[in-house]
């Protein structure tokens, strides 16, 4: 990272592991380089199956990772693949439509509209609202073709109950699949705990410090899983192409390291999580969306609604002071959108300006103080303001 920056965006992305870079190295290596393992995975010959050796071994490693078996590992590139894949189930589409919560990540979202879908409402913490999805799935019985919560929120890092969830859509909707998007729970949860009833699971590495554009979805033994994209036949006839053998084996070595160190990790970055948050909030106009006291959120997320600015105006300013956050959702162009889960939550007033800070397993107290700073130099730049 460029040194001066403080990178409080950790949520969008993080940096590589040096754990995940030196595991991808043979893999990226020039043909002349004696370590070099370069063949296709699908290929039978003596190149092929060293790459053969390094995909099975980071499948094996992904499902002990994520806390489940081998061959129910589908590699994706990435969280928005595993998504669309879940939700439509592969090609042809499921019969039926999704039934999702109002405030998932758009890879759920559009997915679920453009199939015709159906949402549902969550709590002012961004949770799913259960009577409201057991009504739903009463009214449409017969009707759904998967119902998809996410395990935490991406904006407000917010954890759902997914095991509540899992009972209930046995209970009202047996034999419909449900899914849970853990791109952002996978960094900081257990997931082999959290989502035993699950029949499908959306991860991506770069979360967690692995490299970018790849991922996985967990389809359970038993879940029908048609291809999404038809190829060659690769990952048991469920995702045609060739696999990226790299990737796939920097974002095992991340996951994996992720696992061993987390009780340190999620300890530490809680505690200065915090402290972000009572520092920040003890600056007049800005409070917590959530009550922390009420809701479990994931140790690096802290959003704040901050009171008479815009949500683009506040984020400049930060970032004059050398401060990288978020507001709510970024376009491709870059651009602040709307943020649809504030709005379900009922926090869209205009008078506030809501902002995502996400720390990351390497933020430090110096980070913390540096944005806490940040924050009261740009509130007072904006309220003496003639
Ligand atoms: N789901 C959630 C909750 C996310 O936060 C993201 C990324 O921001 C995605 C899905 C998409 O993942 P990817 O960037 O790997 O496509």
């Keep these: 990272m460029a040194g001066h920056l403080i990178d409080m965006d950790h949520a969008a992305t993080t940096a590589l592991r040096p754990v995940a870079r030196a595991a991808m190295e043979p893999f990226l290596?020039?043909?002349?380089?004696?370590?070099?393992?370069?063949?296709?995975?699908?290929?039978?010959?003596?190149?092929a199956r060293a790459a053969v050796r390094a995909l099975d071994e980071a499948r094996e490693q992904v499902a002990d990772s994520l806390g489940c078996?081998?061959?129910?590992?589908?590699?994706?590139?990435?969280?928005?693949?595993?998504?669309?894949?879940?939700?439509?189930?592969?090609?042809?589409?499921?019969?039926?439509?999704?039934?999702?919560?109002?405030?998932?990540?758009?890879a759920v979202l559009s997915v679920t509209r453009a199939l015709g879908g159906s949402t549902v409402g969550v709590d002012q913490a961004g949770r799913i609202d259960l009577d409201a999805l057991g009504e739903r799935l009463v009214d449409l019985a017969g009707q759904v073709s998967v119902v998809s919560v996410m395990t935490a929120n991406n904006e407000l890092g917010t954890v759902n109950d997914i095991g509540a969830v899992a009972t209930l859509v046995r209970e009202v909707a047996p034999g419909v699949p449900l899914h849970t998007d853990a791109v952002q729970a996978a960094p900081w949860l257990d997931l082999s705990l959290c989502a035993p009833d699950v029949d499908?699971?959306?991860?991506?590495?770069?979360?967690?410090?692995?490299?970018?554009?790849?991922?996985?979805?967990?389809?359970?033994?038993g879940t029908v899983l048609a291809p999404l994209l038809h190829g060659g036949g690769q990952e048991h006839d469920r995702r045609g192409g060739s696999h990226d053998v790299a990737g796939i084996v920097g974002f095992a070595a991340a996951l994996r390291e992720v696992v061993a160190q987390r009780?340190?990790?999620?300890?530490?970055?809680?505690?200065?999580?915090?402290?972000?948050?009572?520092?920040?909030?003890?600056?007049?106009g800005v409070v917590s969306t959530v009550d922390p006291g009420e809701?479990?959120?994931?140790?690096?997320?802290?959003?704040?609604?901050?009171?008479?600015?815009?949500?683009?105006?506040?984020?400049?300013?930060?970032?004059?002071?050398?401060?990288?956050a978020s507001a709510a959702?970024?376009?491709?162009?870059?651009?602040?959108?709307?943020?649809?889960?504030?709005?379900?939550?009922?926090?869209?007033?205009?008078?506030?300006?809501?902002?995502?800070?996400?720390?990351?397993?390497?933020?430090?107290n110096r980070d913390v103080e540096a944005t806490v700073a940040a924050l009261a130099l740009s509130l007072d730049r904006i309220r003496d303001r003639p």
């Design 69 to 106: 078996l081998p061959d129910e590992v589908v590699f994706t590139s990435g969280g928005t693949e595993a998504d669309n894949h879940a939700i439509t189930g592969g090609m042809p589409a499921r019969r039926g439509i999704p039934v999702c919560s109002a405030v998932e990540h758009p």
């Design 263 to 284: 009780g340190a990790t999620n300890d530490r970055v809680t505690a200065l999580r915090d402290r972000l948050r009572d520092r920040a909030t003890s600056l007049e």
């Design 329 to 364: 959702s970024s376009c491709a162009s870059g651009a602040i959108g709307s943020s649809h889960v504030v709005t379900a939550i009922g926090h869209d007033d205009p008078g506030h300006a809501p902002l995502r800070l996400t720390l990351g397993t390497d933020s430090t």
């Design 29 to 47: 290596a020039p043909c002349d380089d004696p370590s070099a393992v370069y063949g296709n995975p699908s290929g039978s010959h003596v190149i």
């Design 200 to 221: 499908l699971v959306s991860v991506s590495a770069h979360k967690l410090g692995g490299p970018r554009g790849v991922g996985a979805l967990v389809g359970r033994r």
């Design 295 to 324: 809701v479990e959120v994931l140790p690096g997320h802290c959003h704040l609604l901050v009171e008479g600015v815009s949500g683009e105006e506040l984020l400049l300013l930060l970032e004059s002071h050398d401060v990288c």
